[in-house]
């Protein structure tokens, strides 16, 4: 491990154990209230937005009252609030708290919901936003995650009023994993590693398809074929190629 490694995770680490030691000292300082008293007060901050106000008052809720009547009420709320405020660190944690001690709950649909929107959350860079790079190529791990908790709620909870937001975010994450595959096809291509290429587009082909993607990918596997004189998988290639797309320039 180098020194510059070293440094981040010692860091971070600090952060962390910072993070968890200042969360408890502003959670003392909550006033001393009735549970139902506090969460009034945190639901006025989340109707007005205050969610970093909402959030010590929530937590002092769940802290104090943790099996009230509001209680499942409160960390529906803190996961929300968490979400709002950007800490998907502290959301995620207590979502996965809240589906492992209430997994029958009638609002978990909800809470694999804000989990998927959390996890998109983490997919932007902010540094890389700034300079405007374009990030296809960055690691998907984020987006296939989301992609699990959406098509957890439209396969268990069809009914959810979740569901119809849930597949618009499948397709389009579907398009953000195949504009991945397509940028490590290319990268495959400019090192002339001509037979990873060609299975990076026909992934694309097998798994992403009907897709904006596809059409490209074809065309980087007619290209990779001729090169490694795969002359039949050529073909074939240029075969899908010309019946779905019959005016693209490749098509002879």
């Known amino acids: 491990m180098n020194k510059f490694t070293l440094k981040i995770i010692t860091f971070t680490l600090f952060i962390g154990l910072s993070g968890c030691a200042g969360n408890d000292r502003v959670i003392e300082k909550v006033p001393d209230k009735s549970a139902q008293a506090l969460y009034d007060s945190a639901k006025n901050a989340l109707d007005n937005g205050l969610y970093q106000k909402a959030i010590p008052i929530l937590s002092a809720i769940d802290s104090r009252y943790p099996f009230g009547a509001i209680s499942h009420q409160v960390q529906l709320d803190l996961i929300y609030a968490y979400y709002k405020a950007g800490d998907t660190a502290q959301g995620t944690a207590l ?4 589906l492992r001690l209430n997994p029958g709950h009638e ?3 909800y809470v694999y919901y804000m989990r998927g929107l959390m996890h998109i959350s983490n997919e932007d860079n902010l540094f890389q936003s700034v300079v405007g790079i374009d990030r296809s190529d960055r690691d998907p791990t984020h987006s296939r995650e989301a992609f699990k908790d959406f098509k ?3 396969t268990d909870y069809p009914d959810s009023k979740y ?3 849930a597949h618009k975010r499948m397709v389009a994450i579907k398009s953000r ?5 397509l940028a490590a096809a290319k990268f495959y291509v400019q090192r002339k ?3 990873a290429a060609a299975n990076r587009g026909r992934y694309i082909v097998e798994y992403f398809a009907p897709s904006k993607q596809v059409e490209e990918a074809l065309v980087i596997m007619i290209e990779c074929y001729e090169i490694l004189g795969l002359d ?3 073909l074939n290639a240029q075969q899908v ?3 779905n797309y019959p005016n693209n320039p490749n098509v002879k």
């Open 177 to 181: 994993l195949a504009d991945y595959e």
């Open 107 to 109: 609002n978990v649909d």
């Open 95 to 98: 979502v996965e708290r809240f």
């Open 152 to 154: 957890k709620i439209v």
């Open 163 to 165: 569901a119809a937001d």
């Open 232 to 234: 039949d998988l050529k």
């Open 193 to 195: 590693a001509y037979a």
């Open 241 to 243: 190629l010309a019946a």
